[in-house]
T-cell receptor
Framework: GQNIDQPTEMTATEGAIVQINCTYQ??????LFWYQQHAGEAPTFLSY??LDGLEEKGRFSSFLSRSKGYSYLLLKELQMKDSASYLC??????????WGAGTKLIIKP | GAVVSQHPSRVICKSGTSVKIECRSL??????MFWYRQFPKQSLMLMAT?????????EQGVEKDKFLINHASLTLSTLTVTSAHPEDSSFYIC??????????????FGPGTRLTVT
């Protein structure tokens, strides 16, 4: 079957760095997306990895290891507005996104 | 670019009535649109996938006669919740995808519609 595993909740301090891990199992693989979702709002795109390695985009970076079925999202210089849920969504062989419940990130002053 | 709008943003309706939600891609042609439902503190649940000009493909457990989807043009898809009941109260989100955009398989999400059935 298809499965996404992310921590349910994480807490970090403003200004710090946090890494959100994601392991996945899918029927085929065509890349992996990370989305941010604030409470009561729709998801917004953060990153897309299709090859192994690290993709850096400002304060956010995303890493992928296809052989390990593993990805992480790294958030630097945390700000209060980064408090949100972070969704790891791999794309299967049919180009469908597989969604987990996401990781709720709480930022404390 | 790649903006998706949804209307209405919030709707309250009485049990037994029908509600139509519109999803529009404003600056690109969406060959594929997706409809999701999300209950509080739960993951996005894909309800159906629709391609312009063809019938929607519904996920297992989603009643196609209750959730009518029409994707009549490359910029508009509609979801009609027929004979709504309180258990249909949820956050409905659409997304659109077009291979012509820079990230071919990225889904661009609308802002969502909060449906409350009383």
């Amino acid at each position: 079957g298809q499965n996404i595993d992310q921590p349910t909740e994480m807490t970090a301090t403003e200004g710090a760095i946090v890494q959100i891990n994601c392991t996945y199992q899918t029927s085929g693989f065509n890349g992996l997306f990370w989305y941010q979702q604030h409470a009561g709002e729709a998801p917004t795109f953060l990153s897309y990895n299709v090859l192994d390695g690290l993709e850096e985009k400002g304060r956010f970076s995303s890493f992928l290891s296809r052989s390990k079925g593993y990805s992480y999202l790294l958030l630097k210089e945390l700000q209060m507005k980064d408090s949100a849920s972070y969704l790891c969504a791999p794309m299967d062989s049919n180009y469908q996104l597989i969604w987990g419940a996401g990781t709720k990130l709480i930022i404390k002053p | 670019g790649a903006v998706v709008s949804q209307h209405p943003s919030r709707v309250i309706c009485k049990s037994g009535t029908s509600v139509k939600i519109e999803c529009r891609s404003l600056d690109f042609q969406a060959t594929t649109m997706f409809w999701y439902r999300q209950f509080p503190k739960q993951s996005l649940m894909l309800m159906a996938t629709s391609n312009e000009g063809s019938k929607a493909t519904y996920e297992q457990g989603v009643e196609k006669d209750k959730f009518l989807i029409n994707h009549a043009s490359l910029t508009l898809s509609t979801l009609t919740v027929t004979s709504a009941h309180p258990e249909d109260s949820s956050f409905y989100i659409c997304s659109a995808r077009s291979p012509s955009t820079s990230d071919d398989y990225e889904q661009y999400f609308g802002p969502g519609t909060r449906l409350t059935v009383t």
